[in-house]
């Protein structure tokens, strides 16, 4: 029984040359070695010889060679269409890693402890998916610490943490800052005040998260309230930030935010600026060093170009 012919990542990879089946391709598009010759650029002697040695490795005559051209036997036409898909698909899984390399498509890996309807975050994520649509963003929610971790460990590309990055063996950067805005119940006696102090929310109840930003609201709350030399009164949660605004709505106490989250209506709550508040929440990006995700570099380019707009860096 007759041996079957080799595959074609087989030539590709054994003694044929790529550049023989490019030739055949050609011969057997136009029917004519002159002509196929013409259209590659080459020489017709060099086409007819390449073909002569592919036919004599293979063991199989590929054309019957007549005066004014040339004919497909049955098994070069079987010859053909198989080397033309495989060349296909290898064409699609070249451009396929070069749109990877570009960071045009592939995977990103989002970590986040803040609400992303409004502000800087959703507006960076609308671009990116705008200019890369390609790429498939996932997000994780968690705390900081949990997000930093999973950046270390490869799990994440990039974590948006609030407050100062405690995390040296990995890069971080600046990007938005956002005004620190007080959560009150609507029918509470502040609600319809116009100007609201520290002095003013020091006989409050905060309520303060144990996950997401609540490690760095229970420290400013502590420092605030600690300067109008009185004691803070905090009731720490293990609890997810809706269930947060729901005991806020219900008169449970009120709690510290950032502005983004006054873009998200929760029932029952009003969102009131701070006037005597000198700070604002700062948000920074953190990542691996280790990390070449092209996808996450143009993340991390576009955030840096939006910052700068902003004059944040």
């Not at 598009?29 to 590659?40: K, Q, S």
């Not at 017709?44 to 010889?49: C, K, R």
């Not at 009185?230 to 005991?247: E, K, N, Y």
Request: charged share 20%; glycine share 8%.
């Amino acid at each position: 029984m007759k041996a079957a012919p080799p595959s074609t990542l087989q030539l590709l990879g054994g003694r044929v040359p790529l550049t023989s089946l490019i030739q055949t391709l050609a011969v057997a598009e136009h029917l004519n070695f002159r002509h196929a010759a013409h259209a590659l650029g080459v020489g017709q002697s060099s086409i007819s010889t390449r073909i002569k040695i592919l036919e004599k490795d293979l063991g199989i005559l590929l054309f019957e060679r007549r005066h004014r051209g040339v004919r497909l036997t049955e098994a070069g036409r079987q010859f053909v269409a198989e080397v033309s898909a495989g060349i296909a698909h290898l064409d699609q899984a070249v451009r396929t890693v070069g749109a990877m390399i570009d960071g045009m498509e592939g995977q990103l890996a989002i970590g986040l402890h803040i609400p992303i309807v409004a502000g800087f975050l959703a507006d960076l994520r609308r671009r990116y998916r705008a200019s890369y649509p390609a790429i498939e963003q996932s997000v994780l929610e968690g705390r900081s610490s949990e997000t930093v971790a999973m950046v270390r460990d490869g799990r994440l590309d990039v974590a948006f943490v609030v407050g100062p990055v405690n995390a040296p063996d990995c890069h971080s950067r600046l990007l938005w800052c956002e005004q620190m805005v007080v959560a009150l119940p609507t029918d509470h006696a502040l609600a319809e005040r116009e100007a609201i102090t520290w002095v003013d929310l020091a006989d409050e109840i905060f309520l303060v998260r144990h996950g997401g930003t609540g490690p760095q609201v229970f420290e400013h709350v502590v420092r605030r309230i600690s300067e109008r030399e009185r004691s803070p009164r905090i009731h720490r949660c293990d609890v997810a930030r809706d269930t947060l605004m729901g005991m806020v709505a219900a008169g449970d106490g009120i709690t510290l935010t950032s502005e983004a989250t006054s873009h998200v209506p929760f029932p029952g709550v009003v969102f009131r600026p701070i006037a005597d508040e000198t700070e604002s929440a700062r948000f920074s990006a953190v990542w691996s060093p280790h990390n070449r995700n092209p996808a996450l570099l143009n993340l991390l380019d576009l955030a840096t170009q939006m910052s700068r707009s902003a004059g944040v860096v």
